[in-house]
């Protein structure tokens, strides 16, 4: 999906512009709220955008968030 969006300028009027996507990503496990999958998925996603932007990141566990509302 990234590279999709990265590879396709929008146009608007006479100029081309270039999008870049950062995207956080988190597992589901059982018994994880929505708020919990959001939290981590948003952590992740602070994440890829401190590495330099355009990028997908994975939440790690190894951060040290609590994984299970």
Known sequence: MRLALTSRPVTLGDKDISITVSIGASE?????????VVDLAD???????AEGRNR??????????K???
Not at 56 to 65: R, Y
């Open 56 to 65: 997908v990141v994975a939440f790690d566990p190894a951060w040290g968030m």
């Open 43 to 49: 952590a992740a996603l602070y994440r890829a955008k």
């Open 67 to 69: 994984q299970s509302a």
């Open 28 to 36: 589901i496990a059982e018994g994880d709220t929505l708020e919990t």
